[in-house]
Nanobody
Framework: QVRLVESGGGLVQPGGSLRLSCKAN???????????KEWYRQALGKQRELVAG???????NYADSVKGRFTISRDNSNKKVYLQMNNLRPEDTAVYYC???????????WGQGARVTVSS
């Protein structure tokens, strides 16, 4: 049973940076490759939204609101996926969730969430 564990959230001032990490525990490397990796976020009172994704073939996609500021990447050997967030804005405040899913849309797994607060 895979368990996704996020880390790296916290409080940052507008214009600052944070890097979120997501570790896939209980997943062997060969299986790690088989999943698309995504970051979602959910702000208070709003629906969860897709922020960034990276496919098994390394294609990336981003929400328009974060393009040019956020970067998704992965470390296959350590079974981690990252979200580098630069030039953070107050509207980026949310709980960020890591999610893995097969390209077919099956077997989606979620992390527990990491809170990011952007405030002066």
């Amino acid at each position: 049973q895979v368990r996704l564990v996020e880390s790296g959230g916290g409080l940052v001032q507008p214009g600052g940076s944070l890097r979120l990490s997501c570790k896939a525990n209980g997943m062997i490397t060969s299986v790690f490759w088989q999943y698309d990796k995504e970051w979602y976020r959910q702000a208070l009172g709003k629906q969860r939204e897709l922020v960034a994704g990276i496919t098994t073939s390394s294609r990336t996609n981003y929400a328009d609101s974060v393009k040019g500021r956020f970067t998704i990447s992965r470390d296959n050997s350590n079974k981690k996926v990252y979200l580098q967030m630069n030039n953070l804005r107050p509207e980026d405040t949310a709980v960020y969730y890591c999610s893995f899913v097969r390209p077919t849309g099956e077997d989606r797994a979620w992390g527990q969430g990491a809170r990011v607060t952007v405030s002066s």
